[in-house]
């Protein structure tokens, strides 16, 4: 009994059977997202509120405070940015590891600055989030946990060790119940906050990198299309001289006696002269064979067998069938890479899970054109169906290991026609994706 396969997930790029395979193993790398000049800017900042502080507290309320290991303290964050302008440079782009370091100092000098301070009861110990909140934005989960950690140490040293606040007069101590309260509400901020930020920014990551990586596929699909232009415009070009030196080589040939030394070296030029004329109609004939120039309008069909041209190499079938409303006439559409690959890309995705057969059916009316692609295949997966068209959302059980880029990005590219693809399973098993386009839209893009 054949087994059937794992129900599927959405792939990404196919590996074989397409003109470019594209690498979609770096989104989630984070190095390099934040600049040193921009931790140094923030440090500045601030070591200004700091010093800011410093002075109104004790030159205009005059509190009495530990003014030398403040200053100390401040000071080393104007030494580390001085030695990193000039060391390393504002410009340089930050490891995931140098950027945590950097931030983690600055949650050590807050700390230290808060013990001298009174700790959890001074009102600026909510500014011990602002390093955490940064991190979670720029760096990967494993350091964003490890800047939690060392936050909530930090946290928990200055509620239970800290200098009193500076009172003056008779002074004040509040409640131990309010001071375990506001080491709670901050500790839960912590980490409420460093997760919201880290999701957050994790999911723009993922859009931002699944968004370039449809854009490097609709323009490899653009440079193919110029490519087979500008070799029909070479052809034609170059069809001139070549005919020229064709006529003049069987004129010297028909002037030449055959016993001429030099009459072998005439039969060389015109043979060769003759397979470079075969050579320039292959490159002329190219084009039409794959679907004609970029602009070239085809019908749909035709369209369709571009499409899926790249990807008949499967062992399941591939059948293309049309289904005309009575008296409707074929819809002429222009060649455009974003359908050719966002259409190629949902095929490529029926036919690596088919068992048997894949139907692509093209239905058009007067007012609209769908086109329904089904499989025999064990379908889309129940958690993933109500997720399909978000980039990376899970990655495949099988051995391929994609991260479902492909169906994104054909989501991505078809709606830049204008189309919408709702995806499904059929009743019997098997996927279902119908892509839907107004026919008047299609047909008048440009």
């Known amino acids: 009994m054949k087994r059937r396969p794992a129900a599927r997930q959405p792939t990404s790029e196919p590996e074989s059977g397409t003109r470019f395979p594209m690498p979609v193993s770096l989104p989630y790398r984070l ?37 030398a290991p403040v200053l100390a303290t401040i000071c080393a964050s104007v030494l580390l940015n001085v030695v990193v302008m000039a060391q390393r440079g504002p410009q340089l782009r930050l490891t995931d590891q140098d950027a945590t370091l ?5 949650t050590l000098q807050l700390t230290l600055l808060l013990y001298f301070n009174g700790g959890m ?14 991190g979670a934005a720029i760096l990967s989960f494993y350091n964003v946990v490890l800047l939690t950690v060392l936050s909530q140490l930090c946290l928990t040293v200055i509620a239970l060790w800290h200098y009193p606040l500076p009172w003056s007069g008779a002074g004040f101590q509040l ?29 723009s990551r993922r859009i931002t990198d699944a968004l370039a990586a449809s854009q490097l596929a609709l323009a490899r699909e653009q440079r193919l299309s110029a490519l087979g232009g500008l070799a029909a415009a070479a052809a034609h070009e170059l069809g001139t001289p070549l005919g020229t030196i064709a006529v003049v080589a069987s004129e010297l040939a028909r002037d030449v006696p055959p016993d001429s030394p030099i009459a072998e070296d005439i ?13 320039l109609a292959e490159l002329s004939r190219k084009p039409e064979a794959d679907g004609g120039p970029p602009f070239e309008r085809l019908p749909l069909t035709a369209l369709l067998e571009a499409a899926a041209t790249a990807h008949r190499t499967t062992p399941a079938l591939l059948s293309i069938t049309a289904r005309p409303a009575v008296g409707a006439p074929e819809p002429v559409v222009r060649r455009s890479p974003e359908i050719i690959h966002g259409v190629g890309n949902l ?6 899970f088919a068992e048997r057969q894949v139907d692509v059916v093209a239905v058009w009316d007067h007012e609209s054109v769908e086109l329904i692609i089904t499989d025999d295949g064990p379908g ?5 169906l109500g997720r399909l068209g978000e980039p990376y959302i899970s990655q495949r059980s099988d051995r391929s290991g994609h991260m479902g880029l492909g169906v994104f990005i054909a989501e991505t590219l078809l709606g830049r ?10 009743r019997q098993g098997g996927a279902r994706v119908v892509i839907h386009w107004s026919r008047h839209d299609l047909e008048s893009k440009d």
């Open 267 to 279: 039969a060389l030029l015109r043979s060769q002269s003759a397979r470079c004329r075969d050579i």
């Open 31 to 67: 190095d390099g997202r934040v600049t040193g000049r921009t931790l140094v800017l923030m440090r500045w900042i601030a070591i200004w509120g700091q010093l800011t502080s410093l002075g109104v507290i004790t030159l205009n309320f005059h509190i009495n405070m530990p003014v």
């Open 347 to 352: 095929l490529q995705n029926a036919l690596q």
């Open 417 to 426: 026609t204008g189309a919408s693809v709702v995806f499904g399973n059929q």
């Open 121 to 134: 009861d001074n009102p600026f110990a909510i500014l011990l989030l602002a390093p955490l909140t940064v």
């Open 102 to 106: 950097y931030l983690a100092f600055d």
């Open 380 to 384: 889309f997966s129940s958690h993933v």
């Open 175 to 203: 409640p131990a119940l309010y001071s375990l309260g506001v080491w709670s509400g901050l500790s839960m901020a912590s980490i409420m906050l460093a997760c919201y930020v880290f999701r957050v920014a994790h999911e």
